[in-house]
Nanobody, 125 residues
């Protein structure tokens, strides 16, 4: 099993920045790739970004491309999401997730085996 714990959420003004962290523990050697998703009230969970096990490949949703950067530090078993130029449409609960079955990055939530509890991001205008 893999346990994921997010941190770093909070309140920020529009145009500001936040960095989310996702700490992994347990059978971390079984993780192939990791990703971030978000879910706003009344909306479905949506893909934000994904990163391969070695950080060499990344994949972003069009809505965050150029503003958000995903990265990981395997020595610390931690993944990050640097969010810049935050917009009023970005507020949501942000979840980190991990896949232990395939090397092919995916934006489908059902491809991910492990999930964190989520961290709230709020953007004030």
């Amino acid at each position: 099993q893999v346990q994921l714990v997010e941190s770093g959420g909070g309140l920020v003004q529009a145009g500001g920045s936040l960095r989310l962290s996702c700490a992994a523990s347990g059978r971390t050697f079984s993780i192939y790739y990791m990703g971030w998703f978000r879910q706003a009230p009344g909306k479905e969970r949506e893909f934000v970004a994904a990163i391969s096990w070695n950080g060499a490949s990344t994949y972003y949703a069009d809505s965050v491309k150029g503003r958000f950067t995903i990265s990981r530090d395997n020595a610390k078993n931690t993944m990050y999401l640097q969010m810049n130029s935050l917009k009023p449409e970005d507020p949501a609960v942000y979840y980190c997730a991990a896949n232990s079955r395939s090397y092919i990055l995916s934006y489908y939530s059902y491809e991910y085996d492990y999930w964190g509890q989520g961290t709230q991001v709020t953007v004030s205008s």
